[in-house]
């Protein structure tokens, strides 16, 4: 049976898992064992079963390659606890499964998760909703629903701001929270472009998002991008700054620390206990079902939108968790290309050891989800690789915001003394927002194309006409040439009719040797 990627959106994680038990009940090999003296048809082995959706999992885009068979078998004696197995005697609702020879079935129930319902209004409502950056009012004000695009004319703009300005509207100062607003509101903004959502309610709660932490995320940075903290007590302890050094450096490390055969494997065990001691996962547990919908772009032909999404993402974590993951994922991806260091584990890789130490410690839920452990392992991997683009300040995003608060400073606000038509309602001067451009068809971009290539073709040819640096044979040169290269547009400017009229003013001039007739050759003969 073929996968397929399974898109964002609300569950995701539930539609994995539904995805991973179809295929699984789907593709694996069924026939006929013995055991104990008794004939069992349409089983497996336990082993059998891990070896196949150990290749499974590893070729399927939506957890990738990292997969560990230790992690097949975990996978396994969940699907035994909830019944997507059992074992031949009808026995199921427990863990109790290893890599060995036991027999297994497919019961004849469904297995898969009931797909939950989008949110009641009830529990919706309780919940603030995100107003779009063409809603943005000033606290307290009121402005009419005319919005203002970026396509707009300037000259119809700034006729509407002539006639503010001719009223003298008084002006008023962005307050922090209306700034804090627009921090947020573009960032999300953004966000739910990238993810292709219509909107992101169901996989984000507004609630958790403090526009606080993106501000300070962007703009207290050191110069290698790391953020920086003003309350030193929520950063890392010294000791253990001191151990993630060391092993990022090494062997070029502090000479006052010991060295020991083994030393090594010490500090790592130190960082890696540190990190699982923390309250929660440094992704949060509130912005869990955010980061599992990044999962579904990380595939070859969606990697920079990924690398772009999480870059926002990231950008929503408190500043101590967004420090704490920089400073882990700048060590991971250093010792994993430490040629160097020596080996961490006798039988893992160092790069896979990475992934696998520290993914429960960066993504995880608050409660027990069936697929944690497999959809933290392909996160991570992705996060360590291009661990400097997704944790960097992107730049365009810091522009945008800047930009727009710059300009609500100097445009005008509500005239107080002028009223609509109903005599109601103030009327207010237009606050312009963003927009995104308007995608255009095929057959569109062509015609612009071509629309845009005539006029700056008509530029030049007039250009050609009215030089007067240009002499008058390099003048005739270069129109005949454009007139070969392209002679629409030279038609346009010359139609037939004035050249042929400006031909037929010309006097007509007949050479003189073709009023003397041709006598007839002179031979001897005649």
Request: overall charge positive.
């Amino acid at each position: 049976m073929s996968s397929h990627v399974i898109s964002p959106g609300p569950y995701r994680a539930t539609k994995l898992w539904n995805e991973v038990t179809r295929l699984f009940r789907g593709g694996m090999p069924l026939r006929k064992h013995r055991q104990n003296f008794r004939n069992h048809a349409s089983c497996f082995t336990a082993s059998a079963a891990v070896e196949w959706l150990h290749q499974l999992l590893r070729s399927n885009s939506n957890f990738g390659p990292d997969v560990t068979r230790q992690q097949t078998l975990q996978l396994l004696k969940k699907f035994l606890k909830n019944h997507v197995i059992e074992d031949v005697k009808g026995r199921w609702g427990s863990e109790d499964l290893e890599d060995n020879n036991s027999l297994y079935r497919f019961p004849s129930t469904s297995p898969l998760k009931p797909i939950p319902c989008s949110a009641t209004t009830s529990a919706s409502s309780s919940i603030k909703k995100r107003p779009s950056l063409k809603d943005f009012r000033f606290r307290g004000v009121k402005k009419h629903e005319k919005e203002t695009l970026e396509n707009v004319d300037p000259a119809l703009q700034a006729e509407g701001n002539k006639l503010i300005g001719d009223q003298q509207a008084p002006r008023r100062e962005l307050t922090l929270d209306d700034e804090q607003e627009i921090w947020r509101d573009i960032t999300l903004t953004h966000l739910q472009r990238i993810l292709g959502l219509a909107s992101l309610d169901e996989v984000l709660y507004q609630r958790y998002i403090n526009p606080q932490n993106i501000i300070h995320n962007m703009t207290k940075v050191n110069k290698h991008g790391v953020v920086t903290m003003d309350d030193k007590t929520n950063d890392l302890p010294h000791w253990v700054l001191s151990a993630m050094k060391s092993l990022a450096n090494w062997p070029k490390y502090d000479s006052a620390q010991p060295s020991y055969p083994g030393f090594e494997r010490d500090v790592f065990k130190t960082v890696s206990d540190y990190f699982y001691s923390l309250p929660q996962p440094l992704l949060t547990y509130e912005l869990y079902e955010l980061f599992i919908n990044i999962l579904g772009l990380i595939q070859p032909q969606c990697e920079r939108v990924a690398i772009e999404a999480l870059q926002l993402c990231t950008l929503l974590l408190p500043p101590a968790s967004r420090r704490k993951l920089q400073l882990l994922m700048r060590m991971m991806s250093r010792i994993s290309q430490n040629v160097d260091m020596p080996r961490l584990h006798p039988a893992i890789g160092t790069r896979t050891l990475m992934v696998h130490t520290f993914s429960g410690c960066v993504l995880g839920s608050a409660e027990e989800c069936d697929l944690d452990e497999l959809l933290a392992t392909r996160l991570v991997s992705f996060l360590m690789d291009h661990q400097q683009s997704i944790l960097s300040v992107p730049e365009y995003l810091f522009s945008a915001i800047n930009d727009h608060i710059q300009y609500l400073r100097t445009a005008q606000v509500p005239i107080e003394s002028l009223t609509n038509l109903d005599g109601d309602d103030p009327i207010y001067a237009p606050v312009p927002v963003f927009a995104f451009c308007r995608q255009i068809s095929g057959a569109e971009f062509e015609q612009q194309k071509q629309a845009s290539s005539h006029e700056a073709m008509e530029e030049l040819l007039e250009i050609l006409l009215t030089d007067q640096n240009i002499s008058e044979k390099n003048r005739r040169k270069k129109l005949k040439q454009f007139q070969k290269q392209y002679p629409d547009i030279y038609s346009r400017r010359f139609p037939p009719s004035d050249r042929e009229n400006k031909t037929d003013n010309k006097p007509k001039i007949k050479p003189a040797l073709l009023n003397i007739k041709k006598t007839k050759a002179f031979s001897i003969r005649n």
